[in-house]
């Protein structure tokens, strides 16, 4: 049985390791005023609440380092807490720009794509639009047939080079020009061929006789513009034929 001097010296004790002296210690609980509304003890419009002073049985407790060294750890704790998501956040934001980036990649390679597919059906819808392409037997022919008719003997003497000009080409805005044609022509009959310079004589010669001829389209039958015009075609054609 435990007498009252022992009983004192705990009790001393007691308050010095709590850090309150004997006489704060008598108080076991400090009052705390507590808002009515938390004991629904709710105002009226006649009647103002009044505080209600509860009894708080339990120490006061402040959320801070009781030491420094326990400060002093939790300083490193927060300073590596922030360190470790800092390198989170970053590591998430890298994982961010890579996708970011193989999606512009993706979308890079889609419009390649599709790109040469739409060029692959227009140049397949062109190519049915045309239909096959021409053989070296078709493109023989065609020139044969796009090719003027050659002269005939009493328009253009081979031997002499004398040329039986049209009506519609005895005019005088031809004259020089006639003049230049039949030279060479004589030439060629002379020499048995023609030259490149002979050859770009008559092809500017003819050139332009078309052109002073389609001036004069006006005052000429449809008919007989139509024999002057493949008549000096016949003409620059006879330029590009060898001679037998």
Same mark, same amino acid.
């Given at each position: 049985?435990?007498?009252?001097?022992?009983?004192?010296?705990?009790?001393?004790?007691?308050?010095?390791? $709590?850090?309150?002296?004997?006489?704060?210690?008598?108080?076991?609980?400090?009052? +705390? +005023? %507590?808002?009515?509304?938390?004991?629904?003890?709710?105002?009226?419009?006649?009647?103002?609440?009044?505080?209600? %002073?509860?009894?708080?049985?339990?120490?006061?407790?402040?959320?801070?380092?009781?030491?420094?060294?326990?400060?002093?750890?939790?300083?490193?704790?927060? %300073?590596?807490?922030?360190?470790?998501?800092?390198?989170?956040?970053?590591?998430?934001?890298?994982?961010?720009?890579?996708?970011?980036?193989? $999606?512009?990649?993706?979308?890079?390679?889609?419009?390649?794509?599709?790109?040469?597919?739409?060029?692959?059906?227009?140049?397949?819808?062109?190519?049915?639009?045309?239909?096959?392409?021409?053989?070296?037997?078709?493109? %023989?022919? $065609?020139?044969?047939?796009?090719?003027?008719?050659?002269?005939?003997?009493?328009?253009?003497?081979?031997?002499?080079?004398?040329?039986?000009?049209?009506?519609?080409?005895?005019?005088?805005?031809?004259?020089?020009?006639?003049?230049?044609?039949?030279? +060479?022509?004589?030439?060629?009959?002379?020499?048995?061929?023609?030259?490149?310079?002979?050859?770009?004589?008559?092809?500017?010669?003819?050139?332009?006789?078309? +052109?002073?001829?389609?001036?004069?389209?006006?005052?000429?039958?449809?008919?007989?513009?139509?024999?002057?015009?493949?008549?000096?075609?016949?003409?620059?054609?006879?330029?590009?034929?060898?001679? $037998?």
């Amino acid at each position: 049985m435990k007498t009252l001097p022992t009983l004192l010296v705990a009790l001393a004790l007691s308050c010095t390791f $709590l850090g309150q002296s004997p006489a704060q210690a008598q108080v076991a609980h400090r009052p +705390v +005023v %507590v808002p009515a509304s938390y004991f629904y003890n709710m105002p009226t419009p006649y009647t103002m609440p009044r505080p209600i %002073v509860r009894p708080w049985p339990y120490p006061y407790y402040r959320y801070h380092a009781s030491t420094a060294a326990e400060g002093y750890m939790r300083g490193v704790a927060a %300073v590596t807490r922030a360190r470790g998501e800092y390198n989170l956040l970053t590591s998430q934001a890298a994982i961010n720009a890579e996708h970011a980036r193989n $999606l512009a990649l993706d979308n890079s390679k889609k419009n390649a794509e599709t790109f040469f597919a739409m060029r692959k059906i227009n140049q397949e819808s062109r190519a049915a639009e045309r239909g096959p392409r021409p053989t070296k037997e078709d493109l %023989v022919r $065609l020139a044969k047939t796009a090719a003027p008719d050659r002269l005939a003997n009493d328009q253009l003497n081979a031997a002499t080079g004398q040329i039986a000009w049209p009506s519609a080409l005895q005019g005088e805005q031809f004259a020089s020009y006639r003049a230049e044609i039949e030279r +060479v022509f004589a030439e060629r009959a002379a020499g048995g061929g023609m030259g490149a310079q002979q050859r770009d004589n008559l092809e500017q010669a003819t050139g332009t006789m078309l +052109v002073l001829l389609k001036n004069d389209i006006r005052q000429l039958a449809p008919m007989e513009y139509t024999n002057a015009r493949r008549f000096v075609q016949s003409l620059a054609y006879e330029a590009r034929v060898p001679t $037998l």
